[in-house]
C-alpha cells in the first residue's frame, strides 16, 4: 500500500498536548547480574501521561543496525496521551545474536510486570521500532521462545509496527557468520522463519521501495504476503512514497493512531 504523506498527516488524531512524568534509566535486568555490560546497558525511560492509568503502552527500540544507538525517543511520540518506553541493549561486537533479542525481550517482559505502575496497562504494550529496533520488535514478537523464557504468550501482545525493519534474518547476525550483507538468509534469527496464524496485528512500514535500502520494502512485502497466506489477516504494510530510509518522523502518525485505538 502506497501511502503520501498528506494521507499520514489527516490521520494524526487531534487532540491538545498531555504532558508525560518520566522516568529515566530504570534497570529492567537484576543489579546482582555479573556481566557488567548488561548492567549498563539494561535500563530503560519511560514517559506516561500525567495522572492517567491504564493507558496504551508503546515499547520503541533504537536502530542502529545492532552496533550503535541510544533509548532517546522521536519527539514526536512524547505528550501524546500514550506511555512510551525506550530501552536499550547490548550492542554488536561486544556481544553477538541472541544477545540483544535476550535484551530486548527482557525489556518487554520488565514491562508486562512493572507498567501498571507507571499508569500504562500491560494488556496495550504495543511493540514498535526503527531499522534495527524493529527487527527485534518483530523479533521478539514473532519468535514466541523469548518471551516465553519469562513465562509471558507473545500473543498477549497488542500490536507489532516495526519501522523499516528487517524480516530476513539480520545483516549483523550474517556479518557474524561471514556472510556478505547482499546475501539473504531465513533462519531462526529470521521473523520470516517464524510466521503464525496467531501473532498480534502487525503493521509494517517502510519507506518508497527506490529509495529504501535495497531490498527492504520487498522483504516486508513477502512478510505480509506469508503471514496471510498462514491464515493471519491483520497484517498490512505501507510504503510511504517520496521517502527513503529516513522515514521515521512520517510514519510516527499511524503508530499513535493504532496506539490510540487502545485508550
Same mark, same amino acid.
Given at each position: 500500500m502506497k501511502t503520501h504523506l498528506f494521507l499520514l498527516l489527516t490521520t494524526l488524531v487531534a487532540s491538545s498536548a498531555v504532558y508525560s512524568k518520566e522516568w529515566f534509566n530504570i534497570p529492567y535486568v537484576n543489579q546482582n547480574e555479573t556481566d557488567a555490560y548488561l548492567v549498563e546497558r539494561g535500563v530503560l525511560d519511560i514517559h506516561c501521561p500525567k495522572g492517567t492509568q491504564n493507558q496504551p503502552v508503546i515499547i520503541w527500540f533504537h536502530g542502529g543496525g545492532l552496533r550503535s544507538g541510544e533509548k532517546a525517543l522521536p519527539k514526536r511520540l512524547l505528550n501524546q496521551g500514550v506511555c512510551v518506553v525506550s530501552p536499550n541493549y547490548r550492542l554488536y561486537p561486544r @556481544? *553477538?545474536? &541472541? /544477545?540483544? @533479542? +535476550? !535484551?530486548?525481550a527482557r525489556a518487554v517482559a520488565w514491562v508486562f510486570k512493572n507498567i501498571k505502575n507507571y499508569g500504562g496497562d500491560p494488556s496495550k504494550v504495543i511493540l514498535s521500532g526503527? /531499522?534495527? $529496533? $524493529?527487527y527485534l520488535a518483530l523479533m521478539v514478537g514473532m519468535d514466541t521462545q523469548w518471551l516465553a523464557k519469562h513465562n509471558i504468550n507473545a500473543s498477549r501482545l497488542a500490536a507489532l509496527v516495526p519501522f523499516s525493519g528487517h524480516t530476513i534474518t539480520?545483516?549483523?547476525v550474517r556479518d557474524e557468520r561471514g @556472510? *556478505? $550483507?547482499e546475501q539473504p538468509i531465513i533462519d531462526a534469527f529470521a521473523p520470516l522463519y517464524h510466521v503464525r496464524k496467531d501473532a498480534p496485528p502487525i503493521t509494517l512500514i517502510t $519507506? !518508497?521501495?527506490e529509495l +529504501?535500502?535495497?531490498g527492504r520494502y520487498e522483504e516486508n512485502a513477502y512478510f505480509e504476503r506469508m503471514m496471510k497466506v498462514n491464515g493471519h489477516t491483520a497484517t498490512q504494510i505501507y510504503e510511504l512514497d517520496g521517502y527513503g530510509h529516513n522515514m521515521v +518522523? &512520517?510514519?510516527l502518525p499511524l503508530l499513535l493512531n493504532i496506539a490510540r485505538k487502545y485508550e
Open positions: @556481544i *553477538k545474536a &541472541p /544477545s540483544y @533479542i +535476550e !535484551d530486548a526503527y /531499522s534495527a $529496533g $524493529g539480520h545483516f549483523t @556472510i *556478505k $550483507g $519507506g !518508497d521501495r +529504501e535500502l535495497l +518522523e &512520517p510514519a
